[in-house]
């Protein structure tokens, strides 16, 4: 049977992915430690309420739409955030 907890590291998974973001990105986006995302998303450690706030204003979507799984909240990009193709390669929009 799945968690929450694991929905929600498949969610932030999907979302670094359609932003083309890694941890390091991440980190620095929500103002943790590489190392400290890499524990969280490994099962090591725990998301707090305080980080799925954290999560929800970096993706520019609401908790909610954060914890209504991985293709809600991919859905719910706002369209600036989400990583550009080119030449059949995915890559990080900067602004």
């Known amino acids: 049977m799945s968690s929450t907890e694991q929905h ?3 969610t932030v998974a999907a979302l670094m992915y359609a932003t083309g973001e890694d941890q390091r990105t991440l980190a620095e ?3 943790l430690s590489q190392s400290r995302i890499s524990r969280k998303q ?8 305080t980080d799925l706030d954290r999560l929800a204003a ?5 908790v909610i739409d954060l ?12 369209d600036d955030r989400r990583a550009a193709v080119i030449g059949g390669v995915q890559t990080m ?3």
């Open 42 to 49: 490994s099962g090591h450690a725990a998301w707090s309420l």
């Open 93 to 95: 929009l900067t602004t």
């Open 67 to 78: 914890l209504s799984g991985a293709d809600h909240a991919v859905s719910r990009l706002p």
């Open 58 to 62: 970096h993706y520019g979507m609401t």
């Open 29 to 31: 986006g929500l103002g």
């Open 8 to 10: 929600l590291r498949v």
